[in-house]
């Protein structure tokens, strides 16, 4: 069964090249959305493996009020109900000390920055990612 | 009476001279003891003398009596009768009948007489026989012919010349008598016999024994006037003695305070106070030990008739119970310390450095007691001869009492001196005042401050001068002290001359030797100067802060610029790598081959194109930005009219809107909108205006309106939109290079940001203002454009907008 990928980005283009890379090259289901509502709800319902995730959000809202990348991931690192899965910042912010910046304010689990030059190793970092969730011990209410 | 018991010699010599010369107390009561007994031995001599005479007078009126008696009782008897009886000496026939009864009658008639006898001559020369007997004691009979017993009566042999008595009594068990005795003669003077007789002596002793005991009483009498005087006079003399003495003490003492009083190093004093007190005590060796305060221990301070060597001697050890030294000992227990002969520790060390003392000489030592604590030593030598006695040692005591007073009082007046010198010299006020606030002293610095030269401050009232408030209705300086019981603080100070200064003062109560607090001591000084400095610092304080502040808000400024820098950049590159994401993104794709079909590889051309072109927009920004910043934007400025320019805007902007389904509205005048302008720089701040309204926009309409107003004559442009608007909060911030409305990374919705900063600069650059407004977010959005018309020859000016903000 094929690992299923969220991904949350907010450029049409972006997304789109995501989905032909993803689904060509690496044979996951994906889905694309920039509702945080939809990306817990979906978590929740464990239909989802690993969300790839833009930070900066241009229509995303959660409670009525903006947020960006880093604040949905944090909220979902939050959530026991929604930590387990694996979360990969990909974003066009790629300044000295960005990664470092981003991975301690959200709680993501890992960051590529774009331009992602070589799709090999975003597959690589994904398959990283999903494998140890699958170590990990899954929460228990679930 | 004070008893000294020795057997000394009396003080002698130079070492010990009696303190005033007078007679010791001893010298004296011996005088008047050996006086007392002289007169008591001659008033006994006197009294024995008559009472001997006078007993003896008696006596021989005794013996006289009897001896008459014992002649008239011989007279009386016949001399016949008497031959007779010495014929017969037997006791028998009616003549020694008669001449018994004549006996017995006679002796009968006289109650004293114990017993008449006659006596014959015997055969042996002087011895006598009793002839006839008339006694009282019927047990001791006699008779005739008897021996008489002459062993005791030696005047029987005298009786022959004539009448005579015994000179002693006779006595045996019945009383004592006195024996008489007369010769009875015949017609040629031969002595026949001898009448005896025994008188009774009870009468004529009684008689001297009372004699006697009225001379007794009489002695003892007189005995008792003698000692009594003689107590009476010796009394009278010691009194007299010890009122010299007193005197002498009280000169000394006198003395020594005068030389205390004396000015001069306190070591000097010190050596002229030994100098009166060896005077007064007449002894010479003497040391002063003096307490180091600090240190708790003694040192030597004076001496008098010490040699160096002595001195060395006397370095005295810690003070403690055992110490060696005497004045230690005396320092530790706090009373008067003898060294008496004998006595063994230290006595030789002093031997060997006074010579003159000899040996073992006998040392006191006096301790200064002030509360209960040694403050000095004083310490006397003398010879072994000469030991301290009582007196001595009081005397010695006062003399130190004396000293230590001196000395304390030498340093009390130094400290005095001190302190009035400080009161004279500090430019601190000192002002006293009694309890009703009627000032009694005043320093020269309070009188220099509060006073001029012809007014003092004596008696005035410290309230007019002090005042703790310049307000109405203040309470005065005098109610606070009586409430607080003292006062610290600022208060204005009213001078004699009506002139005001503000001080610092501190008021306390002070208090008088009995421990009464009588008056209130003000302690002050002129805070104006100080207060001015103050002003000053305070103002200086104000200016720096206000530098601080400007320094502050630029630095804030810079930081802002900074930060807004570091942002523009992280966005710059943000812009910059978005697009080429999607660009190297598909060229992968297509490189590589995944791709479907042909119309999906044109597809995914399309968007390298379409990202590329993006990136250009977004480059084009960036330059404009930076020539906008180095001020190297250059315009083509001509006079034309800007219809044109804003309908080409338009109609680049309508197939975004009819995608987005919202209307795109343009007025414009008939007549040209003539204006100094670069239509291609117009045409890229109206792009920009059309490109946000659209933009932010989602349904409703956009409208684009330009007119001509006449006064001021100018061409305004209005586009206006029905879009998202803008919070007034963040109006302000849209012209501001490098801003943002919102920090976080939610993304603008196109290109840097950038374009309106380099609207506004444009529109600068030809001469026109830019404003902005919105009613809030979601009620639109209207922008407002200003340029001058153009006029022949004329240079348009640039204008400010006040409202807009420039950095």
């Known amino acids: 069964m094929s690992q299923r990928i969220l991904i949350v980005e907010d450029d049409p283009m972006n997304a789109k090249l995501f989905q032909l890379v993803l689904t060509r090259k690496g044979n996951y289901k994906i889905q694309i959305t920039e509702d945080p509502a939809y990306v817990i709800r979906e978590i929740q319902a464990g239909t989802v493996d690993l969300v790839i995730m833009d930070v900066s959000l241009s229509n995303s809202t959660l409670d009525g009020l903006p947020v960006d990348g880093l604040q949905i991931t944090r909220r979902l690192k939050r959530d026991p109900t929604t930590r387990h899965i694996p979360v990969l910042l990909a974003t066009a912010h790629a300044m000295k000390g960005s990664k470092e910046k981003f991975l301690r304010e959200s709680g993501a689990d890992d960051y590529i920055s774009k331009p992602i030059v070589s799709a090999d190793d975003l597959l690589q970092r994904i398959e990283t990612l999903i494998s140890k969730r699958g170590h990990a011990v899954p929460p228990a209410d679930r | ?807």
């Open chain 2, 1 to 807: 009476m004070k008893t000294r018991k020795s057997g000394s010699k009396a003080p002698s010599g130079a070492h010990a001279k009696a303190p005033s010369g007078q007679p010791s107390t001893r010298e004296i009561r011996r005088r008047y003891v050996l006086m007392t007994a002289l007169a008591a031995a001659f008033a006994g001599a006197v009294v024995y003398g008559v009472a001997a005479h006078v007993c003896e007078q008696l006596h021989q009126e005794s013996r006289i009596r009897v001896a008459a008696l014992a002649a008239t009782i011989a007279a009386g008897l016949p001399a016949e009768e008497i031959r007779g009886l010495r014929a017969r000496e037997v006791e028998e026939g009616p003549e020694y009948e008669a001449l018994r009864v004549h006996l017995v009658t006679t002796r009968q008639a006289n109650p004293e007489v114990r017993s008449v006898y006659a006596l014959v001559p015997g055969k042996a020369p002087g011895l006598w026989l009793y002839a006839l007997e008339a006694d009282t004691d019927p047990s001791v009979q006699v008779h005739a012919g008897d021996p008489f017993d002459a062993g005791g009566r030696k005047e029987i042999a005298g009786a022959i010349r004539g009448p005579t008595a015994e000179r002693t009594y006779s006595r045996n068990s019945g009383g004592s008598w006195l024996s008489g005795y007369a010769p009875i003669r015949d017609a040629g003077g031969r002595v026949l016999a001898i009448v005896g007789v025994d008188v009774d002596s009870r009468l004529a002793l009684a008689s001297e024994r009372r004699f006697l005991s009225g001379a007794a009483i009489a002695y003892a009498l007189a005995l008792c006037g003698i000692v009594f005087t003689g107590l009476d006079r010796y009394q009278k003399r010691r009194l007299e003695q010890e009122r010299n003495r007193n005197i002498h003490v009280r000169l000394s003492i006198h003395r020594l305070a005068e030389v205390m009083t004396r000015s001069g190093a306190e070591s000097d004093l010190a050596r002229h106070a030994l100098e009166a007190i060896a005077e007064a005590t007449g002894f010479p060796h003497w040391a002063l030990f003096r307490r180091d305060r600090d240190r708790g221990a003694l040192a030597l301070f004076a001496t008098r008739a010490l040699n160096d060597q002595a001195q060395l001697e006397l370095a005295p050890d810690p003070i403690g119970p055992e110490a060696s030294s005497l004045a230690c000992r005396a320092a530790f227990r706090r009373e008067a310390v003898t060294r008496k002969k004998g006595d063994g520790s230290g006595g030789n060390v002093f031997a060997a450095a006074i010579p003159e003392l000899g040996q073992d000489p006998n040392v006191c030592a006096v301790p200064v007691v002030e509360h209960d604590e040694t403050t000095a030593v004083l310490q006397c030598f003398a010879p072994a001869s000469r030991r301290f006695g009582a007196d001595d040692v009081t005397l010695i005591r006062w003399m130190a009492a004396q000293l230590g007073q001196g000395l304390k009082r030498i340093q009390l007046e130094s400290r005095d001196q001190l302190l009035a010198s400080y009161m004279r010299s500090t430019d601190e006020m000192l002002v006293g005042f009694d309890l009703d606030g009627l000032i009694t002293y005043a320093n020269p610095a309070a009188l220099r401050a509060l006073a001029d030269s012809r007014a003092g401050l004596q008696g005035r009232a410290v309230d007019g001068l002090f005042l703790v408030s310049e307000k109405p209705g203040a309470a005065p300086l005098l109610a606070v002290l009586r409430g607080a019981g003292g006062f610290s603080g600022e208060v204005v100070c009213c001078t004699v001359q009506e002139t005001r200064f503000p001080a610092e003062v501190t008021v306390t109560k002070a208090v008088d030797r009995d421990g009464n607090e009588s008056a209130w001591v003000l302690v002050g000084r002129d805070i104006s100067e100080r207060r001015d400095r103050e002003d000053e610092i305070q103002s200086r304080t104000e200016q720096l802060e206000l530098i601080n502040e400007q320094l502050q808000h630029a630095n804030d400024g810079l930081a802002e610029a900074s930060r807004t820098k570091n942002e523009f950049l992280a966005n710059t590159s943000h812009e910059l790598r978005t697009p080429l994401n999607a660009v190297i993104g598909f060229a992968t794709l297509i490189e590589q081959g995944i791709t479907e079909s042909e119309g999906e590889r044109g597809s995914f051309a399309r968007s390298i194109r379409e990202s590329a072109e993006h990136l250009l927009i977004v480059i084009n920004d960036i330059l404009d930005l930076a020539k906008v910043e180095a001020g190297r934007l250059e315009l083509a400025l001509e006079a034309g009219d800007a219809t044109p320019t804003i309908m080409a805007a338009v109609e680049a902007q309508r197939v975004l809107a009819l995608r987005k389904g919202i209307k795109l509205e343009v007025e414009t005048p008939a007549e040209p909108l003539e204006m100094q302008l670069d239509p291609a720089r117009l045409r890229q701040v109206l792009l920009n205006l059309l490109g946000n309204a659209v933009k932010f926009t989602d349904k409703g309409e956009v409208r684009i309106k330009a007119w001509r107003k006449l006064s001021p004559a100018e061409i305004h442009i209005v586009v206006e939109d029905t879009g998202i608007g803008i919070a007034k909060g963040d109006q302000s911030r849209l012209f501001v290079k490098f801003s943002q409305v919102d920090g976080s990374y939610k993304r603008r919705h196109q290109g840097t940001g950038l374009g309106l900063v380099i609207t506004k600069s444009l529109v600068q650059r030809m001469g026109g203002r830019i404003s902005m407004e919105s009613e809030g977010t979601g009620l639109g959005t209207r922008v407002m454009l200003a340029f001058p018309v153009a006029q022949d020859g004329t240079q348009v000016r640039t204008e400010r907008d006040p409202c807009l903000n420039e950095s």
